[in-house]
């Protein structure tokens, strides 16, 4: 599997990364509902077999559990990772959870997070959200100095518009965005991928799947099947109108996927790969089984056609949108 340098850090990454965001499990704010750990660590395993060399996971997901999963799945593994992980998202005892850049606060967190995933040093830390946003400059001279100090190897931003990654430019470089990114959420073309290829930041985008939705396997009757901790229901691309477009494309995805043996998830991924400022795309996984439905992405190209048929039904939805609006 080709890897590609992740912006200006020393980090050559598969086009693919480990998600862990559902692996930590059920019974807080943004939840996928209840997960095995023994799955879990399948799953690590699975896609380290199949050449993936990085896991993107963060502190908040399952209040610190995803943490615990990587470390335990790494745990006298021959196929050591890099590991990458996010702050800026904080739990008190009740579970409730509140958003910080507050520099003391950064600096819990990521001897926190040092402890739980058992290493010494992680080699991406990223800010999960520009939250609060006039925070945002402390945060990010909090994370530059913890480079320094050698807590963290890189450093990166998640979820910044054009205008905080330029802020924190100015502080300290940036060595990679994570943002959403897909085919039914394409908005990161018009300014943050430009921004990026100009200042040499890398891109992980993370949802190329759209929450499981892309993957071909979602039907109206599973989602009415969710537990109530499932963040999923909740979210306008579950709900109409979104709903019944996104259904369309995973279907028109599925359609391309057979031609070539893959999968619609794999076309889903494979359409945020296209672009060159892509570093690498997130996948998560909850269960060994699912990597065999996307890692035929991570070489797979969508010829011009294809890629025309998916814009042809992004257009033809959005003006049935428009005219229901």
Same mark, same amino acid.
């Not at 391309?256 to 991924?269: D, K, P, Q, S």
């Not at 269960?287 to 992004?314: H, M, T, W, Y």
């Given at each position: 599997m080709q890897k590609r340098q992740l912006g200006n850090s020393d980090l050559h990454i598969t086009p693919l990364g480990i998600g862990t965001? +559902?692996?930590?499990?059920g019974g807080w704010a943004f939840a996928w509902g209840p997960q095995d #750990? @023994?799955? *879990? $660590?399948?799953?690590?395993?699975?896609?380290? #077999?199949r050449g993936i060399n990085w896991i993107d996971t963060a502190a908040v997901y399952g209040l610190g559990h995803s943490e615990e999963m990587v470390a335990k799945a790494l745990n006298g593994s021959s196929s050591r990772p890099y590991v990458f992980t996010k702050c800026g998202l904080v739990w008190d005892a009740a579970g409730t959870v509140s958003r910080t850049l507050k520099r003391e606060s950064i600096r819990r967190e990521v001897e926190a997070s040092l402890r739980r995933l058992r290493v010494d040093t992680i080699d991406l830390y990223q800010i999960h959200w520009p939250d609060p946003d006039v925070e945002v400059e402390e945060g990010w001279s909090a994370l530059a100095d913890m480079k320094k100090e050698g807590k963290v190897r890189w450093i990166g931003v *998640?979820?910044?518009?054009? *205008?905080?990654? +330029? %802020?924190?430019? !100015?502080?300290?470089?940036?060595? @990679?965005?994570? =943002?959403?990114? *897909?085919?039914?959420? =394409?908005?990161?073309? !018009? #300014?943050l991928l430009p921004f990026c290829a100009k200042n040499n930041v890398g891109v992980i985008c993370y949802s190329p799947m759209k929450s499981g939705m892309l993957t071909g396997a979602m039907t109206r009757e599973r989602i009415a099947a969710m537990p109530d901790d499932d963040f999923r229901k909740r979210t306008p691309s579950y709900k109409e109108p979104?709903? @019944?477009?996104?259904?369309?494309?995973?279907?028109?995805?599925?359609?391309?996927?057979?031609?070539?043996?893959?999968?619609?998830?794999e076309m889903a991924i494979?359409?945020?790969?296209? %672009? =060159?400022?892509?570093? +690498? !795309? $997130?996948?998560?996984?909850?269960? =060994?089984?699912?990597i065999e439905?996307?890692?035929?992405?991570?070489?797979?190209?969508? @010829? #011009?056609?294809?890629?025309?048929? $998916?814009?042809?039904?992004?257009?033809?939805?959005?003006?049935k949108l428009a005219a229901r609006a």
């Amino acid at each position: 599997m080709q890897k590609r340098q992740l912006g200006n850090s020393d980090l050559h990454i598969t086009p693919l990364g480990i998600g862990t965001w +559902a692996i930590g499990g059920g019974g807080w704010a943004f939840a996928w509902g209840p997960q095995d #750990d @023994s799955d *879990s $660590i399948g799953a690590i395993h699975a896609a380290l #077999d199949r050449g993936i060399n990085w896991i993107d996971t963060a502190a908040v997901y399952g209040l610190g559990h995803s943490e615990e999963m990587v470390a335990k799945a790494l745990n006298g593994s021959s196929s050591r990772p890099y590991v990458f992980t996010k702050c800026g998202l904080v739990w008190d005892a009740a579970g409730t959870v509140s958003r910080t850049l507050k520099r003391e606060s950064i600096r819990r967190e990521v001897e926190a997070s040092l402890r739980r995933l058992r290493v010494d040093t992680i080699d991406l830390y990223q800010i999960h959200w520009p939250d609060p946003d006039v925070e945002v400059e402390e945060g990010w001279s909090a994370l530059a100095d913890m480079k320094k100090e050698g807590k963290v190897r890189w450093i990166g931003v *998640s979820n910044f518009n054009a *205008s905080q990654m +330029a %802020r924190a430019q !100015a502080i300290a470089p940036i060595t @990679s965005l994570q =943002p959403p990114y *897909s085919v039914v959420q =394409p908005e990161i073309e !018009a #300014d943050l991928l430009p921004f990026c290829a100009k200042n040499n930041v890398g891109v992980i985008c993370y949802s190329p799947m759209k929450s499981g939705m892309l993957t071909g396997a979602m039907t109206r009757e599973r989602i009415a099947a969710m537990p109530d901790d499932d963040f999923r229901k909740r979210t306008p691309s579950y709900k109409e109108p979104l709903l @019944s477009r996104n259904l369309a494309m995973a279907d028109l995805l599925k359609a391309i996927g057979a031609r070539h043996g893959l999968t619609a998830g794999e076309m889903a991924i494979a359409w945020t790969l296209r %672009r =060159p400022e892509v570093t +690498a !795309a $997130i996948v998560g996984l909850r269960n =060994p089984k699912q990597i065999e439905g996307v890692i035929g992405a991570a070489e797979f190209r969508l @010829s #011009d056609n294809e890629l025309a048929e $998916i814009a042809k039904c992004l257009g033809d939805w959005a003006e049935k949108l428009a005219a229901r609006a």
